[in-house]
């Protein structure tokens, strides 16, 4: 035979199938068909001249030959992963993967991304957004933005900016409720709480109160949800104060007290420190610095589409700050 080494296509269709034993769960995962997948392994069987797997009813099991040809395909396809990985990793062009959640990629990080893209047209940003924690280890994730203290051991860390919170109501709840004459009335207020209910308890506090009631009222662990119910008049809310400003100007919510809370917690870059020279990590991280400046302030009117605020980002990242 004078070329020895099967398709590379063959190989994975292989190693996929050995690993989920089923040739169906291969197919979805190498998004093809069934009927690909067992051309591929019959193609892989008559190169190496012997059964890999054995078929039997609904079931694929691996013949000793599959077994002892298993971890040399499955090691080879994954030193090729890992060596097209670092090839891209070292280039200032390809693929620049950053993880965000929802609301912070809709109300801050898209609207701004033109700009980005201008100043480097070689860097394809992939933007990964959900609730599951980032494993730069295990995960294909260069960059993360996280919400905390800043404190993620063994990642380094860069404060983009902290996040104001600030009371706001209905103008309808307001009307009904009368203006509030000093902080301590808020406590009174049907209130609108985050997952963990301590935002109104810390903020009354903050302001003097001495001794505020027990949190009651709905709370939501996804701030754009904690914002649409303070609009449709369920109850006084608190949330960024960028974030709100076009509600604000519109009318559809209203400031209840003049007193912000500045929170402990801000927004920062975090990717590990073998990744600081990369070229690719160090143009976004150059950007986003620039971009998070004061002189460059969230822009209300796009923010405000998805708003979010400290408990929807820190329920998403869940990065403990001190372990």
């Known amino acids: 035979m004078s070329d020895p080494l099967p398709p590379l296509n063959a190989l994975r269709a292989f190693e996929a199938t050995a690993r989920h034993l089923s040739v169906k769960k ?14 591929l392994l019959k193609g892989l069987e008559a190169r190496v001249g012997t059964a890999l797997l054995r078929r039997a009813h609904r079931a694929v099991f ?16 994954t030193q090729l992963a890992e060596a ?7 280039t200032d062009g390809g693929t620049l ?19 980005f893209q201008q100043a480097h047209p070689a860097i394809d940003l992939r933007l990964l957004t959900g ?3 980032v ?6 994730v260069d960059v993360a933005i996280r919400h905390g203290l800043g404190r993620y051991p063994g990642l380094r860390s860069e404060r983009l900016f902290a996040v104001e919170l600030v009371p706001v109501a209905a103008p309808e709840l307001t009307e009904r409720q009368g203006r509030p004459r000093s902080a301590d009335a808020l406590a009174n207020w049907p209130l609108l709480h985050d997952a963990e209910r301590q935002d109104w308890p810390l903020w009354l506090q903050a302001q003097g109160v001495p001794a505020a009631p027990p949190p009651r009222g709905p709370a939501f662990d996804d701030p754009g949800l904690l914002r649409q119910a303070a609009i449709a008049g369920q109850g006084a809310a608190l949330l960024a104060a960028a974030l709100v400003e076009a509600d604000i100007a519109q009318d559809r919510l209203s400031r209840l007290w003049d007193a ?6 801000a927004y920062y870059l975090v990717y590990p420190p073998s990744s600081a020279a990369r070229p690719k990590v160090a143009a976004f991280r150059d950007w986003a610095l620039a971009a998070a400046a004061p002189g460059d302030t969230p822009d209300a009117s796009a923010l405000a589409r998805d708003a979010s605020g400290r408990t929807g980002l820190i329920a998403i990242f869940n990065v403990a700050d001190s372990a």
Do not use: C, M
């Open 62 to 77: 691996l013949t000793d030959a599959g077994q002892n040809y298993l971890p040399p395909v499955r090691s080879a396809l």
């Open 26 to 39: 291969a197919a979805e995962e190498l998004h093809v068909t069934p009927g690909a997948v067992s051309q």
């Open 260 to 265: 912000a809370w500045p929170e402990a917690f």
């Open 97 to 115: 993967s950053v993880s965000t959640t929802p609301s912070f990629a809709a109300t801050w990080l898209v609207p701004r991304l033109p700009t």
């Open 135 to 140: 494993d730069f280890t295990r995960d294909d």
């Open 84 to 90: 097209t990985r670092r090839i891209a990793s070292a």
């Open 131 to 133: 609730k599951g924690l």
